[in-house]
């Protein structure tokens, strides 16, 4: 099935990602993360302005182990997001604290800053 | 940048102190809320026993009083014993008294159950000739939903506006009661940059005016400054 286009650069809006970690007792379902951060944000701001902030919950960024995760949204609208995020006092049965541990342009970077990932850009033989 | 927390009421001190490390704190308000002296006692020694130099503990008193009198009373039995006294507001005549009270440092969520902000231009006014600093509770928002958080969100947006015009201070502060109440610096400035504050602005009311507010009390405390301000350098 035919998509359209990547657009250019210039054309493509602006996005930050900002990483979290959760503090809890038990363990987090990423279901009753996801709903709580979108009832969140909902409650929060309206169907309206989430609209404009572009809140998206990277799936593939989810650490099970750690309980970090990242966050898409529009480069304008960062706090909007850390705000419905310290908002959270309880995710599924489990009292939670949901801190943001920083902000990035690209998943690529957040993965390396927040989550202490490698690459091997630096590799030497 | 040093970011305080000058209001965190919970009662598990080490695990806050570590957790309040962790999310990037330089000083912690641990705070006591005043109902006699000898539960003001052990907490002084609990707070003399606690020795972290790795953040700076604040000596915080709460004083939740039913009427004006009570809480000018409560004031003058703790002033001289803690860095910080806090006021818990919501009744006006107590949001009134406070705010002309230049032993009051922090004046916490004078919205507090109310259907208004519960300060005018008077109050306002006086808190900042009596450099009272109103606090925000990020608590109150934590706990309410719907139409209750609008109110809230509203009246604080409210208050803010008379602190900006009459230049009184204001300040973020968590409000936590266990660990999971406690959110990172940035977090707690996210709540005024929403409500349309300066990121400079926001990034001030949880680190250079708290700051502020313990270095100029530890400095009277310590007797380094004289009644009408004089200071001895």
Redesign the interface.
């Known amino acids: 099935m035919s998509k359209p286009e990547t657009l250019p650069s210039s054309l493509r809006e602006k996005k930050r990602y900002v990483a979290f970690q959760i503090l809890s007792e038990g363990e987090i379902d990423f279901g009753d993360l996801i709903n709580a951060l979108w009832s969140s944000i909902l409650d929060l701001f309206g169907e309206v302005n989430t609209g404009e902030i572009n809140f998206w919950l990277v799936k593939d960024a989810w650490k099970k182990e750690s309980k970090r995760g990242l966050i898409k949204c529009n480069h304008k609208h960062v706090s909007e997001v850390r705000l419905a995020m310290a908002l959270i006092n309880r995710i599924g049965d489990s009292q939670v604290s949901i801190r943001s541990l920083g902000v990035s342009g690209t998943m690529k970077s957040a993965r390396k800053k927040y989550f202490g990932e490698k690459d091997l850009s630096n590799f030497e033989k | 940048m040093e970011f305080y927390d000058l209001y965190v009421p919970g009662e598990d001190y080490d695990e806050i102190i570590e957790?309040a490390c962790e999310?990037g704190f330089h000083g912690i308000g641990l705070t006591h809320r005043y109902e006699n002296k000898d539960l003001l006692n052990r907490y002084l020694e609990d707070m003399d026993e606690i020795g972290r130099e790795d953040i700076d503990i604040v000596r915080c008193c709460e004083i939740n009083a039913k009427t004006a009198e009570e809480m000018k009373r409560a004031v003058g039995k703790v002033r001289q014993r803690v860095d910080i006294v806090e006021v818990v507001g919501g009744n006006f005549d107590i949001n009134a008294t406070a705010a002309k009270d230049r032993r009051v440092d922090i004046l916490l969520h004078p919205e507090y159950k109310r259907k208004d902000p519960g300060m005018d231009h008077k109050t306002t006014k006086m808190a900042a000739k009596n450099e009272v600093t109103v606090g925000f509770v990020?608590h109150d928002?934590?706990?309410t939903?719907?139409k209750v958080?609008s109110h809230v969100i509203n009246h604080i947006k409210k208050s803010i506006g008379l602190c900006k015009k009459y230049e009184a201070e204001f300040i973020v502060t968590s409000g936590a009661k266990?660990?999971?109440?406690?959110?990172?610096p940035?977090?707690?400035?996210?709540?005024l940059?929403?409500l349309g504050i300066g990121s400079s602005e926001s990034m001030d009311a949880i680190s250079t005016i708290p700051k502020k507010i313990v270095r100029k009390n530890r400095k009277k405390l310590g007797g380094k400054i004289k009644r009408g301000g004089v200071e001895e350098v």
């Open positions: 957790t999310m990020l928002l934590q706990h939903y719907g958080r266990n660990i999971y109440g406690l959110r990172s940035r977090d707690l400035a996210s709540l940059q929403v």
